[in-house]
């Protein structure tokens, strides 16, 4: 407590700090919690966004966290594994 300062004008000071603390603890409560997604999640969502990605042409390669892929399917029909081909390292 500063010397110049009474000790009701502390008191006051104390119960205006607590006050703000509750506010804040209970703004903070409302607010959703966000978690960033981890690298893993991330490369898997690209993944199925390009592996879905209604664009792809016939001879389209596209990179996801398994691979690079050669797409064979057709690009006006839903798409299935079998429409992916692995393409191997040398």
Known sequence: MPLDMSRAEWRERVAVAKRRAQEVRLEQRG????????IEDQERLASERVLNDDSLQLGD??????????????PDRERSDSDFVLLQPR
């Open 31 to 38: 607010r959703a919690v966000y978690k960033a997604p981890s």
């Open 61 to 74: 390669i596209v990179s996801t966290n398994r691979g690079l892929f050669l797409f064979k399917g057709k």
